[in-house]
């Protein structure tokens, strides 16, 4: 897991909230909180940070301009943070490798990571569905951890 190792280790912490941060067209920060987790690439297999995001939010349509994200995590005075390129998965954004059925296993591996448990997944899966849900997958080239 190398550079994720902290940020994953926290994820249990408070929750797998984090901050979300990305790029807004006029070059200013749009930051945001939500769940995240630490799980392998659908494709790849490689080590993510992986997060859910409604296919109407802004921080969508940001990251689909510019694919790039930093996700800081913390738990008390501990905290970590993964940097990267972002890759989306969704019904609005195909990503080879990744069918319907795999999209919606997806988005419960995600959700699962960030520490998140369910007692019916049929009902998940389809608000998943109508709410257009997207994976946002950020790939780190650069971590910090702190303790």
């Known amino acids: 897991m190398s550079g994720l190792t902290e940020f994953a280790r926290l994820v249990d912490g408070d929750h797998g909230l984090v ?20 799980l392998p690439h659908p494709v790849t297999g490689a080590q993510v940070v992986g997060l859910v995001s409604r296919g109407d939010a802004r921080r969508l349509a940001y ?3 510019r694919p790039r994200a930093t996700v800081v995590i913390r738990a008390g005075w501990q905290w970590a943070s ?26 419960r591996e995600i959700f699962t ?18 709410e257009r849900r997207t994976a946002v997958l950020v790939i780190p080239d650069r971590t910090w951890p702190v303790s």
Do not use: C, F, K
């Not at 993964?82 to 988005?107: C, F, H, K, Q, T």
């Not at 520490?115 to 997944?121: C, E, K, R, S, V």
């Open 82 to 107: 993964a940097e990267g390129p972002v890759e989306l998965a969704g019904p609005d954004d195909p990503m080879p490798g990744v069918d319907a059925e795999r999209l919606r296993l997806l988005l």
């Open 113 to 130: 990571a960030a520490g998140g448990t369910h007692d019916d997944w049929p009902t998940y899966d389809r608000v998943m569905a109508e």
């Open 63 to 65: 990251l689909r301009a």
């Open 19 to 38: 901050v979300v941060s990305a790029l807004r067209p006029d070059g200013t920060i749009q930051s945001s909180v939500v769940n995240a987790g630490v």
